[in-house]
């Protein structure tokens, strides 16, 4: 999966502060919600909060928070910015 | 009025994305009392009201919230099929001013599909504090359909919305120039192939942007538009051709393709439509403050549990007070009654069923508001939401969704309602899980069962014995889940994407409204079926009139009154009167239901009155108090209720009965709400059979405890 780009990570990977221009989203019932959300190819998303336990983490995004568990953010590839 | 001039009624339809203030916006206009919250999605299903502006009737309709017209739960597709096929006169789509980014993408869909619609720029005020400013005449030649700032919360602006709706409703009014979202030219060019296809199909049927609507729908592989056009195999057989090579190509499907496209026109929009302020305004620091704090990693679990006592606690003691005071209303009232009316039977059943009853129940009133406000705040504030994302990760150790938190939550309410609110969660097999564990939730109807017993007989510890109630129904719902979803709902784990909104300070009026809600909905069962089953419960233990004693009671009274006065006699005559009076309760009808049906509780040693009491429970569980009222009531003095029972039973039964009546039984209305989410009536027997058994069992093993510990 990482191969072809560079410096492929997912959105899960994303540290505290960091933020991502999104590059790819999954071709699935999920991908194409987040896509409708807003994490679609180009939009910034940056790392907010992570839950107690790691897990779920929020992310800033279009102007507002969303919240997403690690699994289902790893369906997201970003380039770092 | 006039009723010569027959109108059609306007339909009104209020769509837009989750928490952008649709319901807010309904109550304001219909005067109605919705629930309203600040987490996202509390409409569940869409609800209507006739109402009038300037002489015409509209009907106004409040949708649930929805991000996209591709809908993906089933409360979303109950809000993309109203518009989608009942096709309202008038679609006012609500925006959250704050967070134009992503409401404008239902927006994008809407304009494509070319209903007649007004853009709601709400929660203005917020978008002002925010530093944002909105070229709002630009967004009217943009979005094609004219745009109102309006913050429901006050009502600014609503007028105007009622009046935009009427006016484009007009035939006479001109329509607005169409607009349509652009794509690149790569999706532009499919678009338009599949478009002349289409034109082919359905000459003269449809208009250019009606053509082109279906074609994007095509091309996005919305399933039920592609059935609808199931007839066109070449149709079908052409989007399929052209989705696969768009993908080949593109390396992005279609679906992602138009949804970035959508995206890409909000941009350019915005750009020109909408200023923000650089600098970072002081609310929004506050907000992230108060996050730091309440979404700390280590301190946030710890709070939230904090918080729930608090409120748990304060229902408990606060309620006390007003509580007191209704009680010696009621105690007056009924010594009123008592001194004037004659005896006779009416007196007995008003004073012994009536009063006693609703009395008895009506007492707990305080502590059901409170514990209402406290629901009202966590969900006005935008708390509930942080709640679901701390709790997350715990919820699906325990086969649950996050989500799961708000039907859980609003379970301690009411379960009925809270059933309805699993419809937020997306995957079917954990919204089931949802549906069957929410039940065991204390909703308010036990809290008067729970208050009664923890009053009677733990009274020195009565606040926590309370709060371990409310413990034990948590960790009874979530231990039933993780054993649900091990066993009869092995479930694949299903994401988790919500929306955090930002903190709202609670309007006074929404709270209000909330508690007020609450509280007449108590008062009303309390007036129907409380006060039918107090009435029906004093007749059952009154009749049959005619009673073979075991006994000549009344010549052994008489026989006593003739000897020498003496403190033998006299304790003699009251155990004689108790005895009869015993042996006429069990002999009545009631006392032949106990008792046909008390050996099942037999190894708790539940005497049949408590069996009496466990009955009605499954009618509402506000019957169980009711019950224990006018069962007690006979032989009630002036200490009342709680010290009538508290004789009855030894603390470990006592304990026992509160876990089986916290745990026994769905009651009618929650067991309606799990046959619709459910969906069968299989999922209900084993919901009863399952919450019947665990009780029972709970309940014999602490009586068993207790006669080891005690
Ligand atoms: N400041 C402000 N708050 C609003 C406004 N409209 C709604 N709210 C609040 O936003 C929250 C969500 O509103 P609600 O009507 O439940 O949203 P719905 O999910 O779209 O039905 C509630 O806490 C409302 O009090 C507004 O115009 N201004
Ligand atoms: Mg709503």
Known sequence: MQNSQMEAVTLADLGPGQSGCVVKVADDALGHNLAAMGLVRGATVSLNRTAPMGNPRIYAIKGYQLSLRNEDARKVLLRLS | MTHDVKIKTL????????????????????????????????????RERLIEHRGRQIMLVDLPGIYSLSAR??????????????????????????????????????????????????????????????????????????????????????????DAALEIADPATPPHPSVSVGYDAHLEAAIERVRTQITELHPQEMSAQQSRWLAIKLLEGDDEILTREGEHKELIEQVGTERATFK?????????????????????????????????????????????????????????????????????????????????????????????LPDSMIKDLLLNGVLAGVGGTIVFLPNVVILFFFLALFSETGYIARGAFLLDRLMHLFG????????????????????????????????????????????????????????????????????????????TALGSAILFSKTVLRSMPEP????????????????????WENAAGFLQKVGSVILVGSIVIWFL??????????????????????????????????????????????????????????????????????????????????AVVAS?????????????LMSAISGTMNPAQAFAFMVFALLYLPCLATI?????????????????????????????IIVNLGRVLL
């Open chain 2, 73 to 162: 739960t089933p409360e979303e597709q109950a809000g993309r099929d109203y518009i989608h096929f009942k096709r309202p006169d008038v679609v006012i789509n609500i925006l959250d001013s704050g967070n134009l980014d992503r409401s404008l993408f239902l927006t994008t869909q809407l304009i494509e599909m070319g209903c007649p619609r007004i853009h709601a720029l709400n929660m203005f005020d917020e978008a002002r504090r925010k530093g944002i400013s909105i070229d709002t005449p630009a967004l009217v030649s943009m979005l094609g359909g004219p745009v109102i700032e309006t913050v429901a919360t006050t009502g600014e602006g609503l007028d105007l919305l009622l």
């Open chain 2, 541 to 622: 233990q009154e009749f049959p009139r005619e009673i073979t004693f075991s006994q000549n009671y009344d010549a052994a009274l008489t026989e006593l009154a003739s000897q020498p006065a003496s403190d033998e006699r006299v304790s003699e005559e009251e155990r004689l009167t108790a005895e009869r009076d015993r042996e006429k309760l069990e002999k009545s009808y009631l006392g032949r239901i106990g008792m046909a049906v008390a050996p099942v509780f037999e190894p708790m040693g539940f005497g049949w009155k408590d069996t009496v009491a466990i009955l009605t429970g499954v009618v509402a569980k506000e």
């Open chain 2, 400 to 475: 649950l969704h996050g989500k799961a938190l708000i039907p859980l939550i609003m379970g301690y309410g009411c379960n009925a309602p809270a059933i309805m609110a699993t419809r937020t969660i997306e995957g079917r097999r954990s919204r089931i899980i949802t549906s069957l564990v929410t039940p065991f939730m204390c909703c308010s109807a036990r809290l008067p069962v729970m208050m009664l017993f923890a009053g009677a007989f733990f009274s020195a510890h009565a606040g926590s014995m309370v709060f371990a109630m409310y413990l034990l129904s948590i960790v």
């Open chain 2, 672 to 700: 309606g709400a799990i046959r619709r989410e459910a969906g069968s009536w299989k999922w209900v027997g084993f919901s009863v059979a399952y919450s019947l058994g665990l009780a029972w069992t709970l309940a014999l």
């Open chain 2, 496 to 515: 988790f994407v919500m929306e955090l909104p930002p903190y709202r300070l609670p309007s006074i009026r929404a709270v209000l409204f909330h508690m």
């Open chain 2, 248 to 340: 080949q190509h593109h390396d992005e499907s279609c679906e992602l393709a138009f949804a970035a496209g959508r995206y890409g026109f909000i941009h350019g929009l915005l750009m020109e439509a909408r200023t923000v302020s650089a600098e970072i305004p002081d609310e929004a620091m506050l907000h992230t403050r108060v996050d730091d704090i309440l979404l700390h990693r280590w301190l946030g679990l710890p709070i939230l549990l904090g918080l729930m006592w608090v409120m748990f606690e304060t229902t408990f003691t606060l309620g006390a007070y007003p509580t007191d005071i209704i009680k010696s209303g009621v105690d007056a009232l009924s010594g009123l009654l008592g001194g004037i």
């Open chain 2, 628 to 640: 224990y009222a006018v069962l007690y009531a006979q032989s009630k003095e002036s200490e009342g």
């Open chain 2, 11 to 46: 339909t009104v339809a209020l769509t837009g994305n989750p928490n952008s203030g649709k319901t807010t916006i309904f109550n304001k206009l219909a005067n109605a009392r919705e629930s309203v919250g600040n987490y996202p999605r509390v409409t569940i299903a869409p």
